[in-house]
């Protein structure tokens, strides 16, 4: 940040009035309350339930699996991830098990744990996506939906359905009629004007905005003169992206009325932070989980401490108090 979280705090007008022992970090998203802002990402925290002899799942604010398809999807050849300055490219493929694997195998091992739990929902088609919804709909113990509106619409000649506003509300609208739990939208960050696709996702019943997803890119193994990837492209994340998300997210929040998750090369509690100071409510830890699988709580722990330390009661009170200084 260009000036430390305590400066950023002080010009919001925030009351310090906390014990030092009592930090509330609990937030709400829709209807859904998490105990605190930090969410393992979908894609690299497998389905959860993996991690659970590494990690207290308990501890995170939520879990979104790995993206549910129809039916199931072997993924994109390997190699499929490839380390890059400044972060990480893959090239999964939207490899998983399919939805009805997910609800007969995965989700019935998450009856012992509190956490919420968030399916990622895709398709090709308005179809695909809502013949997922209704697999899922018909099953317990899910918090919410995601969904990852970057996938090519085949409907319309391959372009993503989260690249034209009119697309988006499609998508959305219908996702929304045949969906009873709160529904987050997954946005793409390659678009002209983000705030628009945004303002379309909440029009047409978004509860929530995640911001973003990963960014195209390549990486040439010099030696060889072939990709580092199984293919020739495959999505950048980590601390590279964290400043353009970062902007994103803000765009976006001063759009929307509805909450924003931020999303993008979050490492530390002083990424997250300045996310929510950016305007989120929420975030999303993924590539990091990848180099430690505890990341999340990590952040939980140090987002906990930097607010005793600025006699922070309540960490809802940091979002959105980005001072504006343009003028």
């Excluded at 929902?121 to 995601?146: M, Q, R, S």
């Excluded at 509860?207 to 010099?222: G, S």
């Amino acid at each position: 940040m260009c000036t430390s979280a305590g400066q950023r705090l002080r010009h919001a007008t925030i009351p310090q009035v906390a014990p030092p022992n009592a930090v509330d970090l609990s937030v709400t998203i829709g209807a859904l309350r998490l105990a605190n802002p930090v969410i393992a990402a979908s894609g690299t925290f497998g389905y959860g339930i993996e991690f659970a002899d590494l990690v207290d799942l308990n501890q995170l604010g939520g879990i979104v699996v790995k993206g549910l398809s129809l039916e199931p999807m072997e993924g994109a050849p390997a190699p499929r991830l490839a380390e890059v300055r400044g972060g990480m490219l893959n090239a999964i493929g939207l490899q998983n098990i399919g939805v009805r694997a997910f609800v007969a195998e995965k989700l019935p091992q998450f009856r012992s744990f509190r956490t919420p739990i968030i399916a990622n929902v895709f398709g090709h088609t308005i179809d695909e996506y809502l013949a997922v919804l209704k697999i899922l709909e018909e099953a317990e113990g899910l918090a919410a939906y995601e969904l990852n509106i970057s996938c090519p619409n085949v409907s319309s000649g391959g372009m993503e359905f989260g690249s034209d506003p009119r697309l988006v509300a499609q998508l959305v609208e219908a996702a929304r009629r045949a969906s009873r739990r709160p529904l987050w939208v997954k946005l793409s960050p390659l678009v002209t004007d983000i705030a628009a696709i945004a303002r379309a996702a909440e029009q047409s019943g978004a509860d929530a905005l995640t911001v973003a997803n990963t960014y195209p890119a390549m990486a040439i193994d010099p030696k060889t003169g072939r990709s580092r990837l199984g293919r020739l492209t495959g999505g950048l994340s980590g601390p590279a992206i964290k400043p353009i998300t970062l902007r994103q997210v803000y765009l976006t929040a001063r759009a929307v009325k509805i909450p924003v998750i931020g999303l993008g090369g979050i490492e530390t509690p002083e990424d997250a932070m300045e996310y929510m100071i950016a305007g989120a409510t929420a975030v999303q830890v993924g590539t990091a989980s990848f180099a430690a699988p505890n990341a999340c709580i990590g952040i939980v722990t140090g987002l906990e401490n930097l607010c005793k330390s600025h006699n922070i009661s309540n960490i809802s009170m940091i979002r959105a108090t980005l001072e504006d200084v343009s003028g």
